[in-house]
């Protein structure tokens, strides 16, 4: 069994953590990790919402699945679009590392938080060269990263304040491993269907649907935090200007029906095949209604005047 991942750091431990649990359950299956590098990988010096792809991180990736180059691909569940390209799905989302932010400070603002950091501070938000950037020069004060890359990198003992969702909420998918594969591909999404964890797929699934109902992605803020307690579905979502100063924001919730049946169904791109389908289809209805509330409320022309913006820059 091939596996597709990027070259990166982060993709390696993360696509060997999920080979790992692939060879507990299936000792007697050859795994081969395909490492290859992607057009987000290539482009440094430039926002990603200005590249104009949005496929960034995964394009690559899908045309070695198309070709029969590799058999399944490794992702951050936040890299992948909401609508997937026809003949993909995502076999598997497995359980959830933290999808809060952390807060690394320079070394020189140690024991400062955000709310404690003289004005006009400046802050950065991307991985390995900007981590060491922020060490080695006085231009920036913070950066801000997901806590659950830093942990998988071993970095934790960097991190100096964890973004509660009353600080900051997340982006879509944070924190979650997303296995994609064909989607007739009948053996390997029946191997994959075990990686699946309930909670973290019906999370999910609301946070995909709400993302893709307000047609956002990279270029625009939103954010997004769910939280499943004693089978009630809690989603809340907000959408902000660019400037922070127009927001809008909303709760909803869902109950899960006991109905027992799983159906072949693909919801925003994912293929649950062990979580009931009630239950996802709920998901997806509760992330869906969030995002028409808030457009009802206004989002859309927040939404329009941030893309606009970002398009201008």
Not at 41 to 64: M, P, R, V, W
Not at 168 to 181: F, K, P
Not at 248 to 273: C, D, P, W, Y
Request: aromatic share 4%; charged share 25%.
């Amino acid at each position: 069994m091939r596996i597709g991942t990027r070259k990166s750091q982060l993709a390696r431990i993360q696509t060997d953590s999920v080979a790992g649990k692939l060879k507990e359950l299936y000792p007697d299956v050859h795994l081969e990790i395909v490492a290859m590098s992607t057009v987000g990988d290539k482009i440094l010096d430039k926002a990603l919402s200005k590249i104009g792809e949005k496929s960034l991180f995964t394009k690559e990736l899908e045309n070695a699945l198309e070709r029969n180059e590799v058999d399944l691909v490794v992702h951050s569940l936040k890299d992948l679009p909401t609508s997937l390209p026809p003949g993909f799905t995502i076999g598997a989302v497995l359980k959830r590392e933290t999808p809060y932010d952390a807060v690394i400070l320079h070394p020189k603002k140690a024991g400062l938080t955000l709310d404690t950091l003289p004005e006009g501070r400046v802050f950065n938000r991307n991985l390995n060269t900007r981590l060491k950037k922020l060490d080695d020069h006085d231009d920036y004060s913070a950066i801000i990263l997901a806590a659950a890359g830093l942990r998988r990198l071993g970095w934790e003992s960097r991190i100096s304040q964890i973004l509660t969702p009353d600080d900051c909420m997340y982006a879509v998918g944070q924190g979650a491993l997303a296995v994609e594969a064909r989607a007739g591909d009948e053996d390997i999404l029946k191997m994959l269907s075990v990686l699946n964890d309930t909670d973290t797929v019906l999370r999910c699934v609301a946070e995909r649907a709400f993302l893709r109902h307000l047609e956002g992605g990279c270029s625009v803020p939103v954010a997004i935090h769910s939280e499943v307690k004693e089978s009630q579905l809690y989603l809340t979502g907000a959408v902000y200007s660019l400037d922070g100063l127009d927001s809008l924001k909303e709760t909803m919730q869902t109950s899960f029906t006991t109905e027992n049946q799983v159906e072949e169904r693909v919801h925003v791109g994912i293929t649950a095949r062990t979580v009931l389908t009630s239950a996802q289809d709920a998901a997806e209805k509760l992330g869906t209604d969030l995002a028409a509330l808030l457009l009802h409320k206004g989002a859309k022309k927040i939404l329009s005047v941030a893309r606009q913006l970002n398009n201008a820059r």
